[in-house]
């Protein structure tokens, strides 16, 4: 774009010559052009955002963009995590064999209101909507969704690394070839469409201080709500990845089995 070639170090100095003095970081739009300037800002990251979201970058809370990474060097992963790996046998095998306990048994395609009374319990952990378990009291807490559009092609590889986003062209935000995640090999690859959607399947949270406030309101009815652990995104209105996720899940565990040992122990007190 620019005709330079730079050292790590001098990119982080151009990157502060394009920059945008920014006293208040308040939106997503703040982020980026803080960091790299409104002219990055609108060839990367504002259309994308507009994809993905339906709304401006400046009407975002600034989470959303706080969390893609601004590269000065030729690292190509995503995250900055010193160990980072896919499960040996994929995820499907991984929860086939958490969940291949006789203590455990799965429900499917049954409405957790429906099975609630039926089914004996002490504790309940949900990771529903937060909004639907109180029945929209405050009302309904916006969510984006995606489409996803699969095709198989007959060559060994289509695209040179696993993830490749479209910010400003097509009406996908990105596509993905999963061989080069997953270690397989094969003469036929298959690649993956992302759509975002109004309606669907609630992924993701909306981040703007509306939908924020309106969270915390069912969250103090989550707190005073005994027997009831809400977790993950939908449950807690949070934009998290996966380990944030994992380690609010283990967080929980310990709590639990810390207060059942308390109570065991003051039983038999």
């Known amino acids: 774009m620019y005709g330079l070639s730079l050292t790590s170090l001098q990119m982080n100095e151009f990157f502060s010559s394009l920059a945008e003095r ?34 401006d970058p ?25 160990y980072q790996a ?35 319990h002490q504790e309940v952990i949900y990771t529903g909507p937060v909004d639907e378990y109180f029945d929209y009291r ?23 690394v696993a993830v490749i986003n479209y910010p400003n062209e097509n009406l996908y935000t990105r596509v993905t070839e999963f061989k080069h995640l997953t270690g397989q090999e094969h003469s036929k690859t298959t690649l993956v469409y992302e759509f975002p959607r109004a309606a669907g399947d609630p992924y993701y949270p ?36 996966m380990d944030q996720v994992v380690a609010q899940a283990l967080t929980l565990y310990a709590k639990l089995t810390s207060q059942s040992r308390r109570e065991a122990l003051a039983h038999g007190a």
Not at 34 to 47: A, D, H, T, V
Not at 138 to 160: A, I
Not at 215 to 230: I, S, W
């Open 58 to 82: 400046s009407e975002l809370d600034a989470a959303v963009t706080a969390r893609v990474p601004v590269r000065t060097n030729r690292d190509d992963r995503y995250f900055t995590d010193t």
């Open 206 to 241: 909306v981040p703007r201080s509306e939908n924020n406030e309106m969270y915390r309101k069912y969250q103090m009815l989550a707190a005073a709500t005994d027997g009831v652990h809400f977790v993950g995104r939908l449950a807690t209105y949070k934009y998290y990845n």
């Open 138 to 160: 405050y009302g309904k807490l916006p969510y984006r969704s995606l489409e996803f559009k699969f095709e198989t092609l007959n060559k060994e590889w289509h695209q040179p």
């Open 86 to 120: 896919m499960p040996l046998g994929g995820y499907t095998r991984m929860f086939e064999n958490m969940l291949d306990h006789p203590n455990i048994k799965i429900l499917l395609n049954a409405d957790y209101r429906d099975v609630q009374k039926i089914i004996p």
């Open 22 to 55: 920014c006293t208040v970081i308040k939106t997503s739009e703040d982020v980026i052009v803080s960091k790299i300037g409104r002219e990055l800002y609108e060839k990367f990251f504002r259309n994308y955002t507009r994809k993905q979201w339906d709304l």
